[in-house]
């Protein structure tokens, strides 16, 4: 079978590399002087190893929570005789000065720093180090890069390594004596963010053979700088950027500032926050002067005059991409269509005929996605907006383009996991790309992914509406299948929001709904590791809680029914049930709330458990705990469930003898009668909520003559259950020996003639089962996930 899309395995080299990484020490380096990381005197590695080591260990950084940082991981790459690094990206403030001057010696062709904060003036000097080889170069949101420590001088100590800790560069000390001068090979640059008081013109002046530029929040003079670029500029992101006449005077003034600064006063950076102008004039020079332009970005601009053709002049027929036909003037002069036009946040995308093949803008699902895609990196304001017109795609409408629209905010998540809007917006659009109507067209790896990412989430931001969005999002899963290659970090992630004694009241339920989820059909060495992680403390915390608030909802319920799944053949787990006061506010509950039917069969499965671990009956065997058990009997709540669990918690006790029964009330005679009494009035074909992965607890009940009545209770359980659901437990008691045992029911002289009966009935009911497999009697099976 051909696989989904999105799901295509890791490369080896992808494997390898991220092995390496989790294992420095043991693989290519060893433990130096002073704990230093330093690579093995026989290793060489060749630019396609280092540049995937070093691109990898950051994304591992910012996307992986236990993944630790090694401090002197870039020393690794300062020798290019034993490493070669040619292609780096590197972002956000976890990058030094220290660590770009490292790989200074090495012959970078592309380095692309991105919110790089904690940079300096300092590695504006590193920069020069690779001016002969750098063909690409990005300081897109590097707001320091320009500024110096404290006032001090340009500098690139060479000497040190082990630095003191770095603090940003100082605002007022602006650096003016860097220019690209001798960067004769450079073709790419993003320049995104540049501080106003530099001046953008002068600084790119040496850059003859620029072929894409990236200015986005640069104030410009103007437009006619760009001729340099005439016959070569095929790429020119201008997003916000304020080309419009009246920026003039701001320019003017900016200049001014720029020589109070050089004779010694402070200037404090500009803060813009207006939309920029762009005008049909402006826009219909940069056409006429790029005349090789494939790719243009103007998103974030108030058009100030009409640029575009009026609706009953527009080109009749479907939307075009022929410039002649462009719905937009200044693109009329286009001699060929652009590959990328950026229009978001302007009204130019809402056009009929754009004369480009991608554009990004709010019109439609494809220009959504193709603005997801062009700003995550650098843009995440306009991101977040565009998941956000997603998100209602996703929700109202219908999503065309799944995996794609899967794969862009998975991405955006990844990039920006510290920025809270993205982290909103992400998750709630990933709740409605994972729902019911598009799991079909899902690869396992796609949907591992999106959990990853949520799990991210969770642990980065214990704000309300993220903690939602993804819990709700991890409802779209088969839990616990799809979950349990991250089993235990979901569940301590889950355990933490439930913590706190006043919690979101919708989160709370979701979240406890989880828990009940997690810890249903799963190994017990699962349940085991759970329940050492604090689980069946923080269920019981949430009982007293609303026990202290006199409600019994849903979280109550769930509480109880997550203590029975993760009680069932943990013994560990029920002894911790019992020191943590499980008995006492079991008492509580059923005074508190003696109608609700369903707490009451919770509670009761739970007990069941517990009645089932030989060492901790003693505990039960109490006349309060009896007479409860035995008053239970005669519910007629949830059908026979209660009653039913009630009297398998009595048929435990009763099969350790008349000898350990110390107390005088109630007799153990009379609680006898009154199980007899119970199971006889039960209807066998009743239909169960209760699931059993294994008949073993009440098997070893059978061939026994200690307590009939507990070999009675037991072999009706599985007549009803092999009758009732036959397909299901037919194969299970066949499995488990369970014929064997029932013959020697029948062998035994104790048992007693009703129970040899049913006994008869159960093992025809298996025989006929191997004859004919087909179930035609009952219909569907129905059941809760719980075990009894």
Known sequence: MAAKAGDNPDSL??????????????????????????????????SEICDKLVNTYMELVHTDSNFEPEESFFQLFSDPRSTRLTRVQLREDFVRDRDLEAIRKQDLIELHLTYC?????????????????????????????????????????????DDEEESPASRQALEMDFNFQGFNRLRLLNLGGLPDEMDAETLLKPLKSLTSLDLSNVQLLGTAFFTQWKDRLASLVLYNVDLSEDSLEVIEKRHCNLKKTQCGHSLSHSRRTSKFKMTRKILTAIVQRLINLVSLDISGHVMLDNCTVPHFEEAMGRPSTEPCKSSIYPFQELKRPLQ?????????????????????????????????????????????????????????????????????????????????????????ALFYLTNTEYRSDQSVRLRREV???????????????????????????????????????????????LEPARQDESIQRIAVHLCNALVCQVDNHHKEAVGKMGFVKTMLNLIQKKLQDRMCDQVMEFSWSALWNITDETPDNCQMFLNCRGMSLFLECLQEFPDKQELHRNMLGLLGNVAEVKALRPQLLTPQFITVFSNLLDSKADGIEVSYNACGVLSHIMFDGPEVWSMEEPRRDTVMDKMWDAIQSWDVSSRRNINYRSFEPILRLLPQSISPVSQHWATWALYNLVSVYPSKYCPLLIKEGGISLLEKVLELESSQPETKDMARK?????????EDPMETNHGQEVNYGQRG
């Not at 993804?470 to 979950?483: A, Q, V």
């Open 451 to 497: 959990i990853q990412v949520v799990l991210n989430g969770m642990e980065q931001y214990q704000e309300v509406t993220v903690q939602r969005n993804c819990c709700l999002t991890l409802c779209n899963f088969s839990i616990p299948e799809e979950l349990e290659f991250q089993y235990s970090r979901v569940n301590q992630l889950l355990l933490k929001i």
């Open 13 to 46: 080299m992808t494997l390898a590399t991220v092995f390496c990484l989790r294992n420095l020490r043991k693989t290519m380096c060893y433990q130096g002087f002073r704990n230093k990381l330093c690579l093995r005197s026989d290793i060489f590695l060749p």
């Open 117 to 161: 904060n904690s940079l300096s003036s300092r590695s504006l000097k590193t920069l020069t180090c690779f001016r002969e080889t750098l063909v690409s170069l990005c300081l897109f949101g590097c707001n320091h890069i320009f500024y110096r420590k404290g006032g001090a001088p340009l500098a690139c100590n060479e000497d040190t390594e």
């Open 340 to 428: 990328f036009l950026g229009l978001y946040d302007t009204t130019l995308c809402n056009v009929t005929h754009i004369p480009a093949y991608k554009v990004t803008g709010s019109k439609n699902e494809d220009q959504v996605l193709n603005a997801i895609e062009a700003y995550t990196e650098f843009r995440p304001e306009l991101a977040h907006r565009a998941i956000n017109q997603l998100f209602d795609i996703a929700r109202i409408q219908h999503c065309s383009q799944l995996l794609r629209a899967l794969q862009l905010v998975i991405a955006a998540l990844k990039c920006h996991k510290y920025d809270k809007s993205i982290q909103v917006t992400g998750s709630a």
């Open 762 to 770: 159960v093992m025809e009911q298996c025989e006929n089962f191997k």
